[in-house]
């Protein structure tokens, strides 16, 4: 089992509300199968240069309504691919949600938080604690439950189902 790593510490990258899936990977690159040019292009219409900075295990921190828009599946696939080990916002689209759930990118909501742009995040996905080390304040996330951290420790659903669900791939 692919165990989540339940202890990160990673730079906060923010945004802010309503970010639909288009501005996360605009519906001209979704047509393709290759996840590095998804990783290429996450992001470019909010902000050019995030594909640039963003580094291996980064946070991205949004407000209200993260995901919002299509189901498209390649809005998290992008995320994940470029690095983001976590999605944190005040709330999600629900299917954006199951989706980053579903392809095993974690996501942890936080109604109240005042999360700033570089600020060190010490993170435990499974207690839902947030640490913001920059501004010494703790967050409690809602808590995700067991079978979706089930999933995550198995790196999403196709592989959750192929080992618990009979199902083979």
């Known amino acids: 089992m692919r165990e989540v790593q339940t202890n990160i510490k990673a730079k906060a990258h923010v945004y802010g509300d309503h970010i639909d899936t288009d501005r996360i990977i605009p519906g001209k690159y979704t047509k393709t199968l290759d996840l590095s040019t998804l990783a290429n292009h996450v992001l470019e219409d909010l902000d050019p240069n995030f594909n640039k900075i963003v580094k291996q295990g980064d946070v991205l921190v949004a407000g209200i309504n993260f995901g919002c828009g299509s189901s498209r599946e390649q809005a998290p696939l992008a995320l994940k691919q470029a690095g983001v080990s976590v999605v944190i ?69 196709v592989n959750y189902l192929a080992k618990y669900g009979n199902y083979s791939l």
Do not use: C
């Not at 629900?94 to 938080?113: M, Y």
């Not at 005042?114 to 703790?138: C, P, R, Y």
């Open 89 to 157: 916002a005040k709330d999600f689209a629900r299917i954006f949600f199951r989706n980053a759930i579903n392809i095993g990118l974690p996501v942890l909501e936080i109604t109240d938080h005042k999360i700033q742009k570089g600020a060190e995040l010490q993170i435990d996905l499974e207690t839902g604690i947030v640490e913001d080390l920059s501004a010494n304040i703790t967050y409690t996330a809602t808590k995700l439950p067991a079978i979706m951290i089930a999933i995550l420790n198995e790196g999403g659903l």
